[in-house]
């Protein structure tokens, strides 16, 4: 016989679940102790927030779901941002929350709350574990959830009596998921449209791709000289330096890319759909004689917007399996086509001249940056007009390289740095922060000294929440208000929590700030540059 709390932590073994993010609360004790005996490796965090980021952007790490502990009430509310973020980048993660006594329910008990009011909008399930037996099977029934279909959030309560149950110790099978695939007839369609096509482009997203199948894509798109673009900060799928590869076509996306959505005659979505991030809100591509071609295995097309010409039910492993098949001939119309948008990109990507005086800004620090960096780094980053360097200069070669929150959650630049970190040790991780998201949970700096997590983490401090300043400009030019911030001192903070940490101020002080920085991270310890850079810069 085992408790119904350590079959959880058992069956969670059993899906090859190796770390979890949590909280600690006195309503899941019970796991806790199931974890303390277990192959899975605990990352205790500083807030509810930071641990559901970081089981989140373990879930675009990985091939199984992210998994967050929580306690009821308060932290399951603190945990709720993560959710968000995985419901809108479709990210397979599993909350677990400890809930009150069963017995205690309708009662108003201490932090009690009715998860299923809170959740349903947000998440795909919420399962209360009401019958101990059901433990494994929960945990099963959670982890295909997640996975299955368009990948996303799925909530677990666990009564905090009912998880101290001794139960039999067998355990659920995992439950298979289907992948679809390209039919005969789906092949022809898409077979006979780009044989008919001038001006064909790809737009690749979306977390559930394998390293495999992006390779295997961008190899097919390079033989056959096909341009692709990637989803809002997506970027990776197809390697920046590959000859197909024509830049982002997310927010703050050069004019070109906007023009290139409406000029090409066939465009196939693979991963992601036309939602209102590429569509710049619902205006560009919205006629319904565009040929759209939609393969995503949710049969939904939940988030998309625009002309549908034909789906194909898949995910993108398996349609990239069934493309291979595709042998066409190319035309030239194709190799021009690709060779004009690759070219904009190159212009578009190439780093300004790095400068050596002056206030320090962002281009320059890129332009110092990227000479440096490894082949194989990641970088992270949450919301703020500070990413827009990244999507622009950022070289990321390789799927999952490029970690981000697509539904703009201000918060995730630090939390999933460290995920990044403790993932893939052997890898520099690059964290791109603004000094408001910064501080929303920065925190998470004592759980990567905790647990060995050296990212390189960058705060642009122009002290004001740039990206709202910005419609403010536009909508109330000349009034700011509320968007002014007075900030620490960042790199003292970091120091504090025992990483390395250095001020720049100046451009000339870059080089031997980043090369401090990422000598730091190489001898095992995280850093930070605080960055200080002037109001109201662009990156295009």
């Not at 959880?8 to 309503?27: A, C, K, M, N, Q």
């Not at 690759?342 to 990507?349: A, D, L, W």
């Not at 870059?510 to 930070?528: I, K, M, R, Y």
Request: net charge negative; glycine share 8%; aromatic share 8%.
């Amino acid at each position: 016989m085992t408790s119904a709390g350590h079959a959880i932590i058992r069956s969670l073994e059993h899906h090859s679940i190796d770390r979890i993010y949590t909280v600690p609360g006195e309503s899941f004790l019970d796991v806790l102790d199931g974890l303390h005996d277990s192959t899975i490796d605990t990352v205790v965090c500083r807030h509810e927030g930071g641990a559901a980021y970081m089981a989140e952007a373990e879930g675009k790490l990985t091939d199984v779901p992210g998994v967050a502990m929580v306690t009821r009430g308060p932290g399951a509310a603190n945990a709720h941002v993560g959710l968000h973020t995985a419901w809108q980048d479709s990210t397979a993660m599993v909350l677990f929350v400890g809930l009150i006594p069963f017995e205690h329910r309708e009662k108003e008990a201490f932090q009690e709350f009715d998860p299923k009011a809170w959740f349903a909008t947000g998440a795909k399930r919420v399962m209360i574990l009401d019958h101990p037996d059901r433990a494994s099977e929960l945990v099963a029934e959670a982890i295909f959830a997640a996975r299955s279909g368009r990948p996303g959030p799925v909530v677990v309560g666990l009564p905090e009596d009912i998880i101290q149950r001794e139960i039999s110790p067998e355990l659920h099978p995992q439950i298979p998921i289907a992948t679809g695939g390209m039919t005969v007839s789906d092949w022809k369609e898409l077979h006979n449209a780009l044989l008919d096509s001038e001006k064909p482009l790809f737009v690749f997203g979306g977390n559930d791709w394998t390293q495999k199948a992006a390779a295997d894509f961008t190899s097919w798109m390079e033989a056959h000289e096909l341009p692709a673009g990637a989803e809002w900060r997506c970027e990776g799928t197809v390697p920046f330096t590959s000859k197909s590869y024509i830049g982002p076509l997310g927010y703050g996306r050069p004019e070109h890319s906007r023009q290139t959505l409406d000029e090409a005659d066939l465009i196939v979505f693979v991963g992601t759909v036309p939602g209102d991030v590429i569509t710049d809100g619902f205006t560009s591509r919205q006629d319904w004689d565009k040929r759209n071609f939609l393969v995503t295995i949710d049969p939904g097309l939940r988030g998309r917007s625009g002309p549908v010409t034909h789906q194909i039910v898949a995910k993108p492993d398996v349609f990239v399996r069934d493309l291979l098949r595709m042998d066409l001939p190319v035309k030239d119309s194709w190799r021009d086509w690709r060779e004009k948008l690759r070219s904009q990109q190159i212009e578009f990507s190439t780093l300004p001249e790095a400068r050596t005086s002056g206030q320090a800004s962002m281009d320059s620090l890129m332009s110092h940056l990227v000479p440096r960096l490894p082949e194989d780094c990641m970088v992270t980053f949450g919301a703020g007009e500070h990413t827009n360097w990244a999507h622009r200069y950022f070289p990321t070669h390789g799927y999952a390289r490029m970690i981000s929150a697509r539904n703009g959650s201000m918060g995730y630049s630090v939390p999933s740095a460290v995920a990044a970190s403790l993932r893939h040790p052997e890898r520099l991780v690059v964290s791109i922060a603004g000094d408001g998201e910064f501080l929303m949970n920065g925190q998470e700096l004592a759980t990567a000294a905790q647990y060995g997590a050296t990212p390189l983490v960058i705060v642009a401090d122009n002290r004001e929440y740039g990206t709202i300043r910005t419609h403010q400009e536009h909508q109330y030019p000349g009034r700011v208000s509320g968007t002014q911030l007075h900030n620490p001192d960042f790199a003292g903070l970091a120091r504090a929590y025992g990483g390395s940490g250095v001020r720049v101020e100046n451009n000339e002080e870059l080089p031997n700030a980043l090369d401090a920085a990422l000598s730091a991270v190489e001898s095992g310890q995280f850093a930070l540059i605080h960055l200080v850079v002037p109001q109201r810069q662009k990156a295009y």
